[in-house]
Every structure is written in C-alpha cells, then in structure tokens.
Nanobody
Framework: QVQLVESGGGLVQPGGSLSLSCAPSGSIRSVNDMGWYRQAPGKQRELVAAITSTDSINYADSVKGRFTISRDNAKNTVYLQMNSLKPEDTAVYYC???????????????WGQGTQVTVSS
C-alpha cells in the first residue's frame, strides 16, 4: 500500500517562509510527476507547483517568484520552499505523486493527507 507522507507547514507571519516535504512510503518501483495543490476555505483545490521526473516545472502565477519546487529522486521526495508568504497563501496544502508500485503495471496517482499553512500576523 502506497501512502504519501507530508511534513512541514504551520503558522507564519506575512513575509515569512515555510517549507513542505512529501515522500511516498510502501513498495515503490518508480515515481513520475510530483507536486502540490492547495485548497482554501470555500475555494476549489488549485495547483501550486508541479515537477516531472525530468525536472520540468510548472507554477501557478500567484506563486511564481516566491515558491520553489524541487525533488530528490534518490529519496523520491518533493519539496516546496515558500518565501514571501501572504495571507492569501493560507490553505491546506496537498502533495500528490504518480507512483508505480512493485505490484502494479501502471502509475497511479496518490495524495497526501494535507498540511495546514496559515499566514497571519
């Protein structure tokens, strides 16, 4: 059984920084696309940043220049460094990954449990 384990998040003042990390646990053969979505109260879940296995990266316009996504393929871990945080960045952040398990023949999409990021003074 594959699970995505997130860490990081918390409360930070406007202009501050936070970092998130996420890695799959279980019997994993390969990890393809990885990334982060977020969902604020009363809003739809939206893409924050995504990174492919070949390090092709996509950011939401609202976070360009402030957030940085990266991955460590040896650890199958994806990171999100968030700088210059704004109150509107407040949301639950969800990690996702396309994972090929040892008992699978195709990649499947998995989601983390979500971690709260609150930007407030």
């Amino acid at each position: 059984q594959v699970q995505l384990v997130e860490s990081g998040g918390g409360l930070v003042q406007p202009g501050g920084s936070l970092s998130l990390s996420c890695a799959p646990s279980g019997s994993i053969r390969s990890v393809n696309d990885m990334g982060w979505y977020r969902q604020a109260p009363g809003k739809q879940r939206e893409l924050v940043a995504a990174i492919t296995s070949t390090d092709s990266i996509n950011y939401a316009d609202s976070v360009k220049g402030r957030f940085t996504i990266s991955r460590d393929n040896a650890k199958n871990t994806v990171y999100l460094q968030m700088n210059s945080l704004k109150p509107e960045d407040t949301a639950v952040y969800y990690c996702y990954a396309k994972v090929l398990g040892w008992d699978s023949v195709r990649f499947s999409e998995y989601w983390g449990q979500g971690t709260q990021v609150t930007v407030s003074s």
